[in-house]
Nanobody, 121 residues
Framework: QVQLVESGGGLVQPGGSLRLSCRAS????????MGWYRQAPGKQRDMVAT???????NYADSVKGRFTISRDNAKRTVYLQMDSLKPLDTAVYYC???????????????WGQGTQVTVSA
C-alpha cells in the first residue's frame, strides 16, 4: 500500500509563512510528478503548484512569487513553502503524487489526507 502523509498546516496571520510537507511511503518503484492542490469551502479543488522529476515547476497565477514547491527524491517528499499568505489562501491543501508501484505497472495518482491552512488576523 502507498500512503501520503501531510504535515505543516495551521493558523497564520496575513503576511505570515507556512511550510507544508508530504511524504510518500510503501512499495514504490518510481515517482513521477508531485504537487499541491487546494480546496476552499464550496469551491472545486484547484492546482496550486506541481514539480516534475527533473525539477520543472508550474504554479497557479494566484501564488506565483509567494509559494515555492520543491522535492527531495531520496526522502520521497514534496514541500510547499508559502510566504506572504493572504486570507484568500485559506483552504484544505492536498498533496498529489503520480507514481509507479512496481516495474511494468501503470502510473497512478495518490492523494494525501489534506491539511487545513487558515490565514486570519
Amino acid at each position: 500500500q502507498v500512503q501520503l502523509v501531510e504535515s505543516g498546516g495551521g493558523l497564520v496571520q496575513p503576511g505570515g509563512s507556512l511550510r507544508l510537507s508530504c511524504r510518500a511511503s510503501g512499495i514504490i518503484f518510481s515517482i513521477n510528478s508531485m504537487g499541491w492542490y487546494r480546496q476552499a469551502p464550496g469551491k472545486q479543488r484547484d492546482m496550486v503548484a506541481t514539480i516534475t522529476t527533473g525539477g520543472s515547476t508550474n504554479y497557479a497565477d494566484s501564488v506565483k512569487g509567494r509559494f515555492t514547491i520543491s522535492r527531495d527524491n531520496a526522502k520521497r517528499t514534496v514541500y510547499l513553502q508559502m510566504d506572504s499568505l493572504k486570507p484568500l489562501d485559506t483552504a484544505v491543501y492536498y498533496c498529489n503524487v503520480n507514481l509507479v508501484r512496481r516495474a511494468s505497472y501503470p502510473s497512478e495518482d495518490y492523494w494525501g489526507q489534506g491539511t487545513q491552512v487558515t490565514v486570519s488576523a
